[in-house]
Each structure stands twice: as C-alpha cells, then as structure tokens.
C-alpha cells in the first residue's frame, strides 16, 4: 500500500514571508485526503486494507502545535478576507523567525482490514507527513505629526 505524502498548503505561501499576528491558513491536498485501499488475494480469498485520514498535526516550528481533524479549507482570495482566520486549521504566529521556522505536517491514517470470510480488524496507525520552511517577519512603522500650517 502506498500513502500519498500529504500536499502542505499555506496562506500565505510558505515562499512569502508571513507577518507576525496575521492569520496563516493551513490546509492539505485534498487529492491526499482520500482513503487508500489494497487488495491481495492469500489461500482461499482475499484481504483488504483500507487507510483513512483522520487528522493533521501542524508543528508550526515556534513551539505550538496545531491539530485539525480534516485537511483544513484551502484559502480563496476571491472568498476569504486576509486578515480572518481559518475556520478550519490555522495558527497566527506570535514572533517573528531569526532564519526561519520549519512547518511539518502529518497525517494519521487509521487502518482496517477485511477478509472474504467476514473476518477483520483494525491495525496500528500509519503516518505520512511533509514540511516547509516559512520566513516569520515584522512591519513596523513610524509615525509622525506635522506641525499645523501657520
């Protein structure tokens, strides 16, 4: 059987830098987030394995953890505001990076099997998980008065 390595997704994109309290989105292909099944025929049937997504563990690379219990909603700059958080899987970074942070993600499969006889059971989990770096940053700016006209 072969799990598809999850597809990181990030808004902003992980190559841009993100600005320290504005809201990340985090989200997982969905391509990757489809059950997985294996057949094999053995002496006298057949067996089937099926692996299940079930949750996505965000290690967000300054110390928090973020766990969501599907692939997350992907950003939309046509629906979504910037500056909202995701409804779904996100984090607001609370600090900016001195040479980046490492964001890795992964995936929990639950696994089942089931025989031609009826027999069939759960198995021990499976995980799959990718990372990105992402550049943390601060604007700041400065304000000024002027003085009034005479």
Same mark, same amino acid.
Request: with cysteine.
């Given at each position: 059987?072969?799990?598809?390595?999850?597809?990181?997704? /990030? =808004?902003? !994109?992980?190559? *841009?830098?993100?600005?320290?309290? $504005?809201? %990340?989105?985090?989200?997982?292909?969905? *391509?990757?987030?489809?059950?997985?099944?294996?057949?094999?025929? %053995?002496?006298?049937?057949?067996? =089937?394995?099926?692996?299940?997504? /079930? =949750?996505?563990?965000?290690?967000?690379?300054?110390?928090?953890? $973020?766990?969501?219990?599907?692939?997350?909603?992907?950003?939309?700059?046509?629906?979504?505001?910037?500056? =909202? *958080?995701?409804?779904?899987?996100?984090?607001?970074?609370? !600090?900016?990076?001195?040479?980046?942070?490492?964001?890795? $993600?992964?995936?929990?499969?639950? %696994?089942?099997?089931?025989?031609?006889?009826?027999?069939?059971?759960?198995? *021990?989990?499976?995980?799959?998980?990718?990372?990105?770096?992402?550049?943390?940053?601060?604007?700041?700016?400065? $304000?000024? /008065? !002027?003085?009034?006209?005479?």
């Amino acid at each position: 059987m072969h799990l598809p390595r999850p597809g990181l997704n /990030t =808004s902003p !994109r992980a190559d *841009a830098p993100v600005l320290v309290q $504005v809201p %990340v989105w985090l989200w997982v292909d969905e *391509a990757a987030w489809e059950p997985v099944t294996a057949e094999a025929e %053995v002496a006298g049937g057949a067996v =089937s394995v099926t692996a299940t997504p /079930t =949750s996505a563990d965000w290690s967000m690379g300054d110390g928090e953890v $973020v766990t969501c219990s599907g692939p997350g909603r992907p950003y939309d700059p046509g629906r979504d505001d910037p500056a =909202s *958080a995701s409804p779904d899987c996100g984090h607001t970074y609370t !600090r900016a990076s001195t040479g980046g942070y490492t964001v890795e $993600v992964e995936v929990t499969w639950s %696994v089942s099997w089931e025989a031609t006889d009826g027999t069939g059971g759960e198995l *021990a989990p499976l995980f799959t998980e990718a990372d990105t770096e992402v550049d943390v940053v601060e604007s700041q700016g400065l $304000v000024q /008065t !002027r003085a009034a006209a005479p």
